[in-house]
C-alpha cells in the first residue's frame, strides 16, 4: 500500500506531505517509547504513536521513516510539523486508539516489519 | 589516501556544541551529521547507525548532563564520534549498559526516552564504543563505526 492507502485506512487527516503520498510503506511500529523506536526498528516506513514532542519526527528521521501517524487525534506543534516538512515526512492524524490503527493497518496488509 | 604530513587529507571535522537546558533542540547536532554524511555519499546503513548512535548520545547528555561538546571525525575507513560532558558522571557503567536500567526522572520517560535504552543504543549501533566517567566530573563516550572504506 501507499501512504494514501494509510491515510485511508485510518480514515485520517493529513498534516504535512501532501507531495509523498504515493510512497509505497510495508512495514509499520507503533510506540510511545523513543528509545524502542530506536532500539528494534529495521525498515518500517510507518510509525503509529501517541507522544506529542519534537523527538518524535527526529527519531522518525534518524530511522529514514516516511510518515507518521498520530493516535486518538493527537495534534503535532508548529515546530514538528516545519521539521517534518522539511525532511519531506508525511504527518497525519486519526482519531482510532492505537490498537485499532494497528489492527486496521494489519488488516489492510501493512506488516511489522524485520527486527535485528 | 595520505597528504604528505602522513595525514589522511580527506579527514572531515566537525564539532558541535549541545544545548542541556533544551530538549527540544536534542538531535539537532545528529540531524546534522546526518545530512553531511548523506552528501558526501556514504551507505545508507552507516549513515543510519552513526545517526541513532549520535543521537541517542545526545539526549543522554540533554537529560543527564547539562549538555556538552560532540567531535565527529570523518576519515576514509571509519566515522568516529567523542561525546564529552561534565556532568555529574556514571557512578556504574556496567550497570548503566544494562537495558532497561535508567536513572532518568519520570519526566524524561512522558517525553518518550529515559528507559534505559540509551546507552544499550549506542553499543548496538556502534562498532566500538568506550566510556570514561568519573562522578562528579564527567563522562566521555568514544564511538566508532566502520564505514568498509
Given at each position: 500500500m501507499d501512504v494514501r492507502d494509510v491515510?485511508?485506512?485510518?480514515?485520517a487527516d493529513l498534516i504535512c506531505g501532501e507531495e509523498n503520498l504515493d510512497t509505497e510503506v510495508h512495514d509499520a511500529c507503533g510506540s510511545d517509547?523513543?528509545?524502542?523506536?530506536?532500539?528494534?526498528?529495521k525498515n518500517q516506513a510507518v510509525l503509529l504513536t501517541g507522544l506529542v514532542n519534537i523527538q518524535v519526527v527526529r527519531t522518525a528521521d534518524m530511522m529514514d521513516m516516511v510518515c507518521i501517524v498520530f493516535v486518538r487525534g493527537k495534534e503535532p506543534d508548529e515546530d514538528m510539523i516545519a521539521l517534518a516538512k522539511r525532511r519531506g515526512m508525511v504527518l497525519m492524524k486519526t482519531s482510532h486508539r492505537m490498537f485499532t490503527a494497528c489492527g486496521l493497518l494489519w488488516e489492510n496488509g501493512l506488516r511489522g516489519g524485520v527486527t535485528d | 589516501m595520505v597528504s604528505e604530513e602522513g595525514l589522511p587529507i580527506s579527514t572531515l571535522k566537525w564539532t558541535y556544541e549541545v544545548d542541556g537546558s533544551d530538549f527540544t533542540r536534542a538531535g539537532e547536532a545528529s540531524s546534522n551529521v546526518k545530512k553531511n554524511l548523506r552528501k558526501l555519499g556514504v551507505s545508507p546503513e552507516v549513515i543510519r547507525k552513526v545517526s541513532i548512535a549520535l543521537y541517542e548520545g545526545e539526549i543522554n547528555m540533554v537529560i543527564h548532563a547539562d549538555g556538552g561538546h560532540i567531535d565527529v571525525e570523518v576519515s576514509p575507513d571509519k566515522i568516529t564520534m567523542v561525546l564529552a560532558d561534565t556532568g555529574k558522571g556514571i557512578a556504574d557503567i556496567d550497570k548503566a549498559m544494562q537495558e532497561g536500567w535508567s536513572t532518568a526522572p519520570d519526566e524524561v520517560r512522558s517525553l518518550g526516552f529515559g528507559a534505559g535504552m540509551g546507552l544499550p543504543n549506542m553499543k548496538k549501533y556502534s562498532d566500538e564504543m568506550r566510556i570514561e566517567s568519573t562522578v562528579g566530573v564527567g563522562t566521555t563516550v568514544y564511538m566508532t563505526v566502520y564505514t568498509g572504506g
Open positions: 491515510m485511508r485506512v485510518l480514515d517509547m523513543m528509545s524502542d523506536v530506536l532500539a528494534f526498528v | -
